[in-house]
């Protein structure tokens, strides 16, 4: 049985709640070799360390701000760390926390996650940035409502590690600020639409969830040791309680390509203009409206208003499609949000539920917005995209499973009529066969019309993958 009921105070701010932001920097490092030295000032950084329960706090700061229409915002920052396998082992950690992606690290897995890199013949090297491909021990991430705010705690990190001095105890390896979108974009990935709306909410935590499909989840889906963990509870190293897994990856999104791509593939439908098709292509990818409305509640035209209310954009089932399996009339098999949440399509379809599948996004978007010369040219000219982390209690189940099972798979959510729905278009890829991102669906009055797609609009550039400890086990066990 699970030890006890959980404690906010415990976990670390973003697995759960997310800390709020307008602004992360991201600081990846590795250790020095003299370990013990860092791990005696990781006890000065703990207190720093943001919890489940003062992210709780902050919010309703902001909620209250907000209330009382001052000018401005509340100055607030978080901050959060994770280690890789390789920064556990450098701290001579070498408990086996039980699961084998991380134990691996990113980089032995970016050939099964389909990444791109040289494959015929010679060994694969992922199209990666440098930092990446060697290791990354772990990492600090810093948010709030600015930049100044930011950069306040970024040195506090640097004097406890003494970074700059001959005696450092942390090298960054690499930096990446990301930063919410600005005006009317915030809270739209780059391709604009909005993002972070559905996350599965956690039983013992979230009280008062939205109306949302499925349910909730066993605390295990997330955090170690708790029930639902596939893990026995109990088997996992004591002081991994609590802890999550989270995948980083760097991933840059083609934006004036990918709007290129509209422009020119308009769903032809009675009534629409070609704009208005290029629009509903898009939605069709993603299985969303810009506005965040869901293509299974909003199948042939926007409604804003359903988009930014939380009480009603998630609770949909694809139940109205999945009665009749070979319909994608409102959201395509493909589409973005159905390929990595099917819902009730497999319950429907098999009776297999996809609550271990679950995972908690907590992203944020980096780069600058489109200047009018990449717009006139349309063609990337600075780099942008999404700063991903999810969290999951076992990345197989969570994001390597999504990527690789799901998104990359055409065979996925197959069925009587529809054998081979194709590759999710915003993330599925093949390192071995190009032809393959395709589908089938984006034209619901030609369900069964091929779209190809020219190239990829996602190109991931690295990550890795990190365990983010509880608060009493880096107190307790991580810091000495
Ligand atoms: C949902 C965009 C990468 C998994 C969404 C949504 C958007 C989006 C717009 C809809 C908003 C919402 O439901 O919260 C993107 C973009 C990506 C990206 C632009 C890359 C640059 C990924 C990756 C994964 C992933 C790498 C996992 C392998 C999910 C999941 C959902 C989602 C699980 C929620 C689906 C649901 O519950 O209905 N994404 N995403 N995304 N995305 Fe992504």
Redesign the pocket.
């Known amino acids: 049985a699970t030890p006890s009921p959980i404690d906010p105070q415990n976990i670390q701010g973003d697995i759960l709640s997310g800390l709020p932001k307008k602004t992360e920097t991201y600081i990846f490092f590795q250790i020095s070799d003299d370990v013990s030295a860092f791990r005696s000032q990781l006890t000065h950084l703990v207190p720093l360390v943001t919890s489940t329960a003062q992210v709780l706090k902050d919010r309703d700061a902001i909620a209250n701000h907000k209330q009382s229409k001052k000018p401005g915002l509340v100055e607030i920052s978080g901050l959060n760390i994770a280690f890789s396998q390789s920064g556990l082992t450098k701290m001579g950690l070498t408990d086996d926390v039980q699961d084998a992606g991380f134990k691996a690290g990113m980089l032995a897995d970016a050939q099964a996650l389909g990444d791109a890199g040289t494959t015929a013949n010679s060994k694969f090297d992922p199209n990666w940035v440098p930092a990446f491909k060697n290791p990354v021990h772990g990492v600090i991430f810093l948010s709030g409502d600015c930049h100044a705010t930011v950069s306040k705690r970024v040195r506090q990190v640097e004097q406890i590690f003494k970074v700059g001095a001959h005696d450092a105890t942390i090298h960054e390896v690499l930096r990446i600020v990301g930063d919410v979108r600005p005006d009317k974009e915030s809270g739209h990935?780059?391709?604009g639409?909005?993002?972070?709306?559905?996350n599965p909410s956690v039983q013992g935590f979230d009280s008062a969830p939205p109306p949302g499909a499925p349910a909730q989840v066993q605390p295990g889906v997330i955090l170690l040791g708790r029930d639902g963990d596939s893990v026995p509870v109990g088997s996992r190293p004591s002081w991994t309680l609590d802890g999550s897994f989270l995948a980083f990856?760097y991933?840059f999104?083609l934006v004036p390509e990918f709007n290129e791509f509209l422009e020119k593939n308009p769903v032809q439908l009675p009534g629409l203009t070609p704009k208005e098709g290029s629009e509903f292509l898009g939605a069709r990818l993603?299985g969303?409206w810009k506005s965040?409305a869901p293509l299974d509640l909003a199948p042939l035209k926007d409604d804003p208003a359903l988009g930014a209310d939380s009480q009603r954009n998630n609770s949909f089932n694809y139940t109205a499609d999945s009665t009749d399996f070979t319909s994608q009339t409102r959201c395509p098999f493909a589409a973005?949000?159905r390929k990595?949440?099917p819902?009730n399509d497999l319950k429907q379809a098999f009776g297999a539920d996809v609550a271990k599948n679950r995972?908690i996004?907590r992203g944020v978007q980096f780069g600058p917005e489109l200047t009018e010369l990449e717009k006139k040219e349309k063609k990337t000219q600075n780099g942008r995209?999404?700063l991903?982390v999810?969290y999951q209690s076992t990345l197989a189940n969570g994001?390597q499973f999504?990527?690789k099972s799901w998104?990359n798979q055409e065979t996925f959510l197959g069925r009587a009529g529809v054998t081979k729905p194709g590759l999710d278009p915003?993330?599925g890829q093949s390192n071995t066969d190009p032809t393959l991102r395709e589908m089938v669906g984006s034209d619901p009055d030609h369900p069964t019309n091929q779209l190809k797609f020219p190239q990829e609009w996602?190109v991931p550039r690295g990550g890795e993958y990190f365990f983010s400890p509880s608060i009493p086990a880096l107190r307790d066990t991580i810091a000495e």
């Open positions: 990935e780059h391709f639409f909005l993002d972070g709306i559905s990856r991933l999104q993603v969303r965040g973005h949000v990595t949440n819902r995972i996004r995209g999404l991903f999810s994001f999504l990527q998104a915003i993330i996602v």
